[in-house]
């Protein structure tokens, strides 16, 4: 016997699998046995099936990350649009807070230049004043700086200057180029006057008119700087109007109506013991009338006298008796006239 042959027809060792466990790809024992197909155990517990799952699991999953992901594109969407309105908002404001600081620097600027000019103007018109007035004072004088024709040249009184001032004087007896000087200079200060004055009347009205203008445009500036704080105010007040509005429809539909009923029991309830009070009183009222009448019969005392005890004795319940009866009397003086 060869080797293989022992090998072969050797008995098999004990193992733990079970003996008819065997190997679906085991070789053949001999040369006329067929090779043992493989066991397909996919296919054998429902691998159709499995692929079928695992298919479906994936087009679910892949629809969830779909949405997750248009959710995140939504919300990042919305809220760059909410920073965008943010953003336009708050540049929004701060144009409109750069232009009513810059107006209200220019009412400040033109409301001081407007200031300031009114005042160089009274300054000019009351020197101009003070010129008129004084001039066809002073040409009624002669002056150390006038240049008579006609007269000597008197000795020099006064040590010659570069800019002499002029001084002022009056002799008691004028000569008669000095009084020819006086006429002569008198008219034509007048004229200048006159013609210096008129000229100021013009640069006058000119100021004033400037001065007018800047006044205009202070009162402009300030108008559009308080239209542009109630504008401000008016949005601001818009947007917490709209903010306020979801919270006040929330707060209204939180409310039960079941809750007005019993408002409504509760005063229908004040409304019946109020009438039933008010019956009460005007019930006692009258039976207050009525035993006035038998104590007016028994005692035959005067109406008067009677009804002011009774009306002093109780004075809550004859208040219904003048508004719901016309008129009552007691018997005292029916009786008194049948006595007599």
Request: some cysteine.
């Amino acid at each position: 016997m060869s080797v293989e042959e022992a090998a072969t027809t050797k008995s098999p060792e004990p193992t733990d699998a079970p003996m008819d466990a065997a190997p679906a790809d085991a070789a053949p024992s001999g040369p006329g046995e067929r090779r043992r197909p493989r066991l397909n155990l996919a296919a054998a517990l429902g691998g159709g099936e499995r692929k079928r799952g695992k298919s479906m699991f994936g087009l679910v999953l892949g629809t969830l990350n779909k949405a997750k992901d248009e959710d995140k594109a939504r919300s990042a969407s919305d809220a760059a649009r909410k920073r965008q309105e943010i953003d336009a908002r708050l540049q929004k404001k701060l144009r409109r807070e750069t232009e009513s600081v810059r107006r209200a620097e220019e009412a400040k600027k033109e409301r001081v230049g407007a200031s300031r000019k009114e005042e160089e103007l009274q300054l000019k018109d009351s020197i101009a004043k003070l010129k008129r007035a004084r001039r066809p004072l002073l040409a009624n004088f002669l002056s150390t700086a006038d240049d008579i024709p006609g007269a000597g040249r008197a000795p020099a009184v006064f040590p010659p200057r570069a800019a002499p001032a002029p001084i002022f004087y009056l002799p008691a007896v004028l000569l008669p180029s000095q009084q020819e000087f006086l006429d002569k200079r008198k008219e034509e200060e007048a004229t200048a006057a006159e013609v210096e004055w008129s000229a100021w009347k013009e640069e006058r009205a000119q100021g004033v008119q400037e001065i007018a203008t800047l006044r205009a445009k202070v009162a402009e500036y300030e108008e559009s700087v308080k239209s542009a704080k109630k504008a401000a105010e008016d949005e601001a007040m818009a947007e917490g109007d709209e903010k306020k509005a979801p919270q006040d429809e929330d707060a209204q539909m939180d409310v039960d109506d079941g809750a007005k009923e019993p408002a409504k029991e509760e005063t229908k309830a004040d409304d019946r013991t109020r009438s039933m009070r008010s019956n009460t009183e005007e019930g006692f009222a009258v039976w207050a009338v009525f035993v006035v009448r038998v104590y007016c019969l028994l005692a035959s005392l005067s109406c008067c006298e009677a009804c002011s005890r009774w009306r002093r004795t109780f004075p809550p319940f004859f208040k219904h008796v003048s508004l719901n009866m016309p008129s009552w009397h007691c018997l005292g003086p029916s009786l008194a006239m049948n006595k007599v």
